[in-house]
């Protein structure tokens, strides 16, 4: 069984920091492409970045030039690292992976709570 564990959430001032990471742990062959999504208060869920196994960055408009997304494969982790942050940031967090075992699967995490106050 996969499972997807975030953390590194939490209350933070507009302007500052905060290091995400998210470790994939149980049975994995090799971890694809892996993901940040956000969902924000009556919004939709949305991606904010993602990074292939090959290295390959995409970002979220808004997030360009604040976040940045990096992975460690031999810790079967993805980090995201998000500077000035703004309370428009404000959303629970999801990580999502692509895993190959004996089959590929799209796994997601719990979730974790970034609220930024102004």
């Known amino acids: 069984q996969v499972k997807l564990v975030e953390s590194g959430g939490g209350l933070v001032q507009a302007g500052g920091s905060l290091r995400l990471s998210c470790a994939a742990s149980g049975s994995i062959s090799s971890i694809g492409r892996m993901g940040w999504y956000r969902q924000g208060p009556g919004k939709q869920r949305e991606v904010v970045a993602r990074i292939t196994s090959g290295g390959s960055l995409y970002y979220g408009d808004s997030v360009k030039g604040r976040f940045t997304i990096s992975r460690d494969d031999a810790k079967n982790t993805v980090y995201l690292q998000m500077n000035s942050l703004e309370p428009e940031d404000t959303a629970v967090y999801y990580c999502?992976?692509?895993?190959?075992?004996?089959?590929?699967?799209?796994?997601w995490g719990q979730g974790t709570q970034v609220t930024v106050s102004s």
């Open positions: 999502n992976a692509l895993i190959v075992d004996v089959t590929t699967y799209n796994y």
